[in-house]
């Protein structure tokens, strides 16, 4: 393990920005905070999946 590895407060934090930035993004897409379900919606759920 190396001294550049995360801590879990620290990968927490870093989980919730990824999150609200995805938040976002899908209100800007689809004037929602939450993408819509189907085909729409899939790149969203693809990348909160990964």
Excluded: N
Aim: charged share 20%; glycine share 8%.
């Amino acid at each position: 393990m190396s001294d550049s590895d995360f801590k879990q407060p620290e990968r927490l934090i870093v989980l919730l920005a990824e999150v609200a930035i995805l938040f976002i993004v899908s209100k800007v897409a689809f004037g929602s905070w939450l993408p819509p379900f189907g085909d729409k919606g899939f790149w969203f759920y693809g990348v909160v999946l990964s």
